[in-house]
C-alpha cells in the first residue's frame, strides 16, 4: 500500500538538546496539528519510544515489555494510513540507529520523502546535562570521573565516554542517516543561546518541519523536564552506589526515577550547574572542530551553528561537584521521605486482600467497628487545631465509667 502522506519528518534528537520540551509540545498539540493535516502517531504518548525500541531491538534489562514488539510495524501504518500533508515522529533514541536499522526505517514509508531532524545544543551544556542522566539512569560516576572518561574514551568505562559520543558526535549520526536520506532533506535546528526567549526553540523546529507554530497548543505551566542541583546530583550517585545495581531497569525506573528524582527536582535550595572553568579548554576545541564540520556538510541550518560553541558564564550555576554538606543532607532526607512514600503507596496498591470466610453479619459488625475507630482518631487530629474539640475530649478523658 502506498503512503498517503506526502512527507515524514523524523526528529532523531540529538538527546539533551530540548526533545523532551518539544515532544510534550507536540503531543499537547496533536488535535489542532491533526486538523491543519499533520500527523502525530501513536496511540499514547509512550508509542513512538516503543516503536524505536522494536526497531532497533531494545529491551529493559531485567524485565519484558510485552507492547514493544509489533509496535514499530503499527507506527509505520498509522502514518501510511495517513491522508494528510505529512507525519511527525520524535523520538532521540534514533540517534543511537545503525546503517542497516537507518534504510529499514526510510523504506518503511516508501514511497514518502523522510526528512531527518536533528536538534543541536552546545557541547558545554550536554556535558552537564548527560551526567545528571546518567545519575538518573542509575549511573554512580563523579563529575571529575565522567569527563575525564568523555575527553577521552579510552581512559575508563565504556557505558560512560563511547556510550557519549554515540549520543553526540553529530557527524557520526549524520553519516550514518545519510545513508538512506539525501542531504538536502537532512535539517539542523541549534538551540539557543541561554537567555533566548523559550519559545524560539519551537519557532526553529517549526520551521524545519512544515508546522506553523499558531498549530500549537499554548504551553501548559510546569517544569517539564527539569535538572536537580548539585546537592540533589549528589544524592543520586549515592544512592545508584548504595543499590549496587541490584534493581533491574524498571525496578529502578518505577521508584528512583518515577518517585525519588521528582522530589529532588522541585527542590529549589541547590542551584543549577556550569561547567567547571578547567574543562573549558577542550570543551570549546571539541565544539568548534564540529561546527566546522557541520558547516563544510551544508545540510539545511535552521538558527546559527554559532549556537553550539560554549559560552563562559561563572554566574550560571555551581561546578557540579560543588556540594554543601548541610544540603546534601536535606536532599538526603527529601529522597529517604520520597522512597518511603512510593514504597507505602505500592504496598498499599497491591496489598493481600482478605479472603477469610467471615460471615456477612460478622463482617459488617468489624466494618461499623473501624469506622468508629477512625472517627475517634480523626477527632483527636482535629482536636490539635481546636481548642473547643480539645475541651470536649478532655471532658470525654476525664468522664466517670
Known sequence: MASSAAEVYLHIGLPKTGTSYLQDRLWKSRDQLSASGVLVPGAKRSAQNLAAWDLMGRRPRGADRPQVPGSWDALVKEVR?????????????????????????????????????????????VLVAAWQQQLAKGQHWTWEEYAAVVRDPESGPASAGVAFW?????????????????PERIHLVTVPQPGAPRELLLQRFAAATRLDPAWMAVESPGRGNVSVGTAEAEVLRRLNLALDDRLNERQYTRVVAYGV???????????????????????????????????????????????LLPVADAAAGRRPDEVDPAELADAAVAALAAAVEQHAKLWWRFRDRDHSAAADGSR?????????????????????????TRRLAIRYLNRSP
Not at 558547516?295 to 538558527?303: A, D, E, L, T, Y
Request: net charge positive; charged share 25%.
Open 364 to 388: 459488617l459488625t468489624s466494618s461499623a467497628r473501624a469506622a468508629a475507630g477512625r472517627a475517634r482518631l480523626s477527632a483527636l487530629r482535629l482536636a490539635d487545631r481546636s481548642r473547643l
Open 166 to 182: 554515540l549520543r553526540q558526535d553529530a557527524v557520526r549520526v549524520l553519516d550514518t542517516w545519510q545513508v538512506a536520506v539525501p
Open 81 to 125: 494510513d495517513w491522508s494528510g500533508s505529512h507525519a511527525i515522529i520524535s523520538e532521540e533514541f534514533l540517534a543511537f540507529a545503525r546503517a542497516g536499522q537507518v534504510r529499514r526505517a526510510v523504506q518503511a514509508f516508501a514511497p514518502a520523502q523522510v526528512h531527518v531532524v536533528v536538534t543541536l545544543r552546545d557541547l558545554a551544556r
Open 261 to 307: 528524582r521528582p522530589v529532588l527536582q522541585d527542590r529549589s535550595s541547590s542551584p543549577g550547574m556550569r561547567l567547571p572553568e578547567e574543562q573549558s579548554a577542550w570543551v570549546t576545541a571539541r565544539a568548534t572542530a564540529m561546527v566546522t564540520a557541520l558547516r563544510r556538510r551544508g545540510h539545511h541550518v535552521v538558527g546559527d551553528l554559532d549556537d
